[in-house]
């Protein structure tokens, strides 16, 4: 059975998502400090955390940067504040998605559901050898989830690593934010494409000699983007 933790500060909306995710065959932790929810995602064996923003003890950001650093699991960012600066600095620091509160408990499930099918695909696979991708300078180890750059071993998130490795596997093809959206995030209409222009840009800060001027990940302007060989 798959284990959810729910890092959550108001008990009722944290009792709920429990109680929807549980009928949908989850097992479910809830943590509400933000502390001893961070020693519960970096002691536990979890396959999903849905994290509150704004929570006592530590707040969202800091705890997403922590579990980045030990952990790739999917993170689900929710808060009630709906600025995009937050959204931006959430997924920035490798949370997989962001919901603004209120929100169905339905859409939080379908969105879980959605997120852990993905991760377990590119994790089970059992290929003997290494699936490898090398473009000037670039190696991607897609079995051991893996970017080399010119040598130096660059961090990414697992939704960084999904989006680098589909446009790398199909070179030259121009996609748009929507069905880059749709093809990373396995969502046609729930969710927001800027998620696709913030992961873009964090991408071209690992890979790209000079962001400002991409040589790998090109925008199209109008259409999306491409990857040029």
Known sequence: MSKILIIEDEEAIADLEKDYLELSGFEVQICNQGDEGLKAALAGEFDLIVLDLMLPGMDGFEICRHIREEKNIPIIMVSARKDD???IRGLGLGADDYMTKPFSPSELVARVKAHMARYNR???SNQKNNDIIEIRGIRIDKTARRVIVDGTEKAFTGKEFDLLTFLAEHPNHV?????????IWDMDSIGDIA???VHIKKIREKIEYDSAKPQYIETIWGVGYRFKV
Do not use: A, S
């Open 85 to 87: 600066i937050d959204k």
């Open 122 to 124: 590119l994790v089970g």
């Open 175 to 183: 996609y748009t934010k929507e069905e880059l959206f749709r093809e």
């Open 195 to 197: 998620t696709v222009t």
